[in-house]
């Protein structure tokens, strides 16, 4: 597979090599150390691994000078699982950086939609978001205010509140404008007050917006 992503992209080599999928650290991680070796990845990241897997993984690369460098797993105010797991924390003591995904939880954060104004219906994220809409209601309002108050947007508010969480968000940007956001977004503080009132809220809300490629952390 890298062989092919190599052609693909005309290099020799890749800074950063993703293992996605967990089902197997113990056979596939080996593999990585050849290519470590060689240069032909610089380093390591694990995406969707819980801290068991994140942990063997390291143990594997560690026993011959190399280690995972990188986590990616799905993190929102709606979703801290690898908070309350202990990754976080695991990439604080160990200089890993963490990177969250869905932290918009698919535009469901983002304060465009709300009972009134759904998700256009027929979209996967319209099953999986409209029911619980008005559940956000709350918590989506308070973004909206807080970001009012620094001209910003709930979507801002809610990629602030990661940053603030010391991860790096991996935002999907469709249109130019939204370059100006995740600007804007980087340059917010949130309060500790502020922070523990978002996630007060997102609590309150009690919904699951686990998604069904994801396994307990």
Known sequence: MLEQSLDRMGTDYVDLYWIHNPADVA?????????????????VGVSNHNMKEIALADQILGATGFRVEAVQNHYSLLYRSSE?????????????????????????????????????????????????????????????????????????????????????PIIGVTKAGYIDGLVQAHGIELADEEIAELEALADAADVDTRGSWEHDM
């Open 84 to 168: 309350r797991a202990g990754i976080l924390e695991h990439c604080r003591e160990h200089d890993v950086r963490f990177f969250s995904y869905m932290v918009l939880e698919q535009g469901a954060l983002t304060g465009r939609y709300s009972p009134a104004h759904p998700l256009p219906e027929g979209s996967s994220r319209a099953a999986v978001y409209n029911g619980i809409l008005p559940r956000l209601q709350a918590l989506t309002d308070r973004m909206a205010a807080i970001g009012e108050d620094r001209g910003a947007s709930a979507a801002d508010v809610a990629t602030a509140w990661a940053i603030a969480k010391g991860t790096t």
């Open 27 to 43: 056979r596939w991680t080996p593999l990585l150390i050849p290519l470590l070796r060689s240069g032909r990845i610089k380093h």
